[in-house]
Nanobody, 124 residues
Framework: QVQLSEFGGGLVQAGGSLRLSCVASVGSFSRYTMGWFRQAPGKEREFVAAIIWSDGGTSYADSAKGRFTISRDNDKNTVYLLMNSLNPEDTAVYYC?????????????????WGQGTQVTVSS
C-alpha cells in the first residue's frame, strides 16, 4: 500500500508563490508517475500537473502552464509543485496522486493512490 503525504499548503497573497511537497512511502517510487490535482469548493477535482516515471516528461493543465512547475526527487521519494503568480482562482485543496508505471493524464480513475490533500488559499 502506498501512502502519500502532502506538505506546504497555506495562505498566500495574490501574486505570491508556494511550493507543495508530497512524500511517498513506497520502495519503488521511481516507477510511479506522480501528479497533482486540486478541488475547489463546490467543484470537481481537476488535474493540475503530472510527471512521468519513465522519462521525467511533464504535462500541465492549461490553468497551470507557465505558472506551475512539477518536479521529482526519486532519492527522497518526493514530488514537488512550485506555484508562482498565484491568484484567488487557485484556491483549493491540492491532492498528490500516484500511478504505477502509468502515463498520468487528467482522468481521475487512472490514478492508483491519493493523498489526503493540503489546503491552498490565495487572498486578493
Amino acid at each position: 500500500q502506498v501512502q502519500l503525504s502532502e506538505f506546504g499548503g497555506g495562505l498566500v497573497q495574490a501574486g505570491g508563490s508556494l511550493r507543495l511537497s508530497c512524500v511517498a512511502s513506497v520502495g519503488s517510487f521511481s516507477r510511479y508517475t506522480m501528479g497533482w490535482f486540486r478541488q475547489a469548493p463546490g467543484k470537481e477535482r481537476e488535474f493540475v500537473a503530472a510527471i512521468i516515471w519513465s522519462d521525467g516528461g511533464t504535462s500541465y493543465a492549461d490553468s497551470a502552464k507557465g505558472r506551475f512547475t512539477i518536479s521529482r526527487d526519486n532519492d527522497k521519494n518526493t514530488v514537488y509543485l512550485l506555484m508562482n503568480s498565484l491568484n484567488p482562482e487557485d484556491t483549493a485543496v491540492y491532492y498528490c496522486a500516484a500511478d504505477y508505471l502509468g502515463s498520468g493524464g487528467n482522468y481521475r480513475g487512472a490514478w492508483d493512490y491519493w493523498g489526503q490533500g493540503t489546503q491552498v488559499t490565495v487572498s486578493s
